[in-house]
């Protein structure tokens, strides 16, 4: 499936992120549980993970439209874009919501520290049908 990549420069991949999964076979199809990768700044926490091979659930397409690329932000926060409120309001559909509970499609990489990002094991999703 495609998915929207947020607009504007790219840094370089300069910025070290850990993704943590907790079922890493049905993410990666390999037993490795973590993955360092180095993203660049404006680049959002889905495309980096989908651009290696890391195939978190984004059944909208990344538009912040599903709750799928649910993940927890365990460090690094502050150098992420600020959810917003559609993202707030869905990520509020999201099993197993935490406080550092985020949409990886909506985290776009502002700073240059590490940062941790932990993939639950259930995707379930949550596209809401509309009614006609
Ligand atoms: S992919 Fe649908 S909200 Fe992120």
């Known amino acids: 499936m ?11 991949p300069e910025v070290p992120i850990l993704f ?3 079922d890493p076979l049905s993410l990666t199809g390999r037993e ?10 404006g680049e959002s926490l889905l495309e980096i993970a989908l651009d290696n091979g ?3 659930e984004h059944a909208c ?9 649910h993940v927890y932000v365990e460090e690094g926060e502050q150098l992420l874009s ?13 099993p197993g919501l935490q406080r550092n509970s985020r949409l990886a499609c909506q985290c776009v990489i502002k700073g240059k520290g590490p940062i941790t990002v932990r993939v639950p094991a259930w995707n379930r999703n949550a596209v809401k049908e509309e009614p006609h």
């Open 2 to 12: 495609t998915f929207k990549r947020p607009e504007g420069v790219k840094g370089p």
């Open 20 to 22: 943590v999964m907790e």
């Open 32 to 41: 490795q549980g973590e993955v360092l990768i180095r993203g660049g700044t």
């Open 54 to 56: 890391i195939n978190i």
């Open 61 to 69: 397409g990344g538009v912040c439209a599903c709750s799928t690329c």
């Open 82 to 94: 600020e959810s917003t409120e559609p993202e707030e309001d869905r990520v509020e559909e999201a």
